[in-house]
């Protein structure tokens, strides 16, 4: 072969496959209050051409914006957007990379370590509404009470979300305000399970430390609380707790499990990602603090045993969050965001980004290695 040949196939450039860009067609106008007809369709990689008749309505809608959200929901469960086969799906409008790879972190994570903690699956899509290019999204499996398993008949199952009493107890004004405890299944009228959940919260806030220790397995699957516990441990700097999560109970013998909301946890990074700028504070939950304090049920050693375990497995390795960090952050996302005009509008210059990006990458390597010392304080 010639050598201007060589050189000429040596300097081409590699072409970048785009996303996959999921359609929506409607002539309905939509809004927050109700769904309305729309079709969704997508060009599958293998199988070619989907479509698919469902009913949507907007998350989030502002006259300014083009970038709404989307609560999608099929006629039937099918493969959308060649992420899982799933009926009721959101599309949420991205305007911060490094939150969005950060909650793909965080659900990776929390499945991996334990496989009976429940996630979502998903994935960044580009989106066109009536043939408008909207942009960069995220498609989500929906979190609701069919993908948690709750009992829907059971009189005690309950889905509460981000209930405000792991933070404060009640004072008679907030309790007496519309739907204290966020439940959001069932539905309050008929079912109104906030009697129940007093006696929840007056068992986390005034319990002694005896009946605490007897009675929090009764309450609380302390498998799962350990996973979310060390998750917490592994983003938080200080004492701000993430808020962004389920309490939920499938059924009346069933006890509480907590679980990741459809949105990205908040992660507060220090400014400089350095050993001294890190802190391992109790946290502002007083479920986990009194697990800490009382050590309940030998909750201390639980903790340590299950970090052990995730180590010694190699489930959270500096490897392995290279490795994820490259996965998601690939080329064809990156095409995607600087085609996504509304994104650079309205959100950081992309070096910023990427700096956020090797900070966030940083900050959980250090944090993985201080862990050890931090546990054996307990």
Known sequence: MPLCVIVLLACQKKEIPPLLTLSIQTENELDTLEKKAIAVSYEAPIDGYK??????????????????SFDIELEKKAVLGEVAEEDDWVLLAVDDI??????????????????????PRGAFVQVNF?????????????????????????????????PPFFQQYRTDEASQTDNYYQQIFPKKSPQNLAQYMSRLEDFLWTSSDETFEKEVTQWFDLDNVMDWHLLQLLLTNGKKTPQSSFLYKTSTEAPFRIALTDYPLPLFLPKKITKENITFDLPNHILLKRLLQTNARRYRQGLKNRWKLIIEEQLFTEEWINQFFEKQLSPSLWEAVKKDKSHQNHSKEWTLVEKELLDIKNFLKLKRSMMDTFLEKY
């Open 98 to 119: 490094a939150a969005y790879v950060q909650h793909e972190w965080c659900k990776t994570l929390l499945h991996r370590i334990n496989t009976a903690n429940l996630i």
């Open 130 to 162: 009536n043939a408008n290019d909207l942009g960069l999204y995220y498609l989500q499996e929906e979190i609701n009470g069919g993908k948690l398993d709750v009992k829907k008949r059971d009189p005690l199952s309950i889905i509460l979300k981000n």
């Open 51 to 68: 479509k698919y008749a469902a009913r949507a309505k907007l998350l989030s809608h502002s006259n300014q914006s083009k970038k709404s």
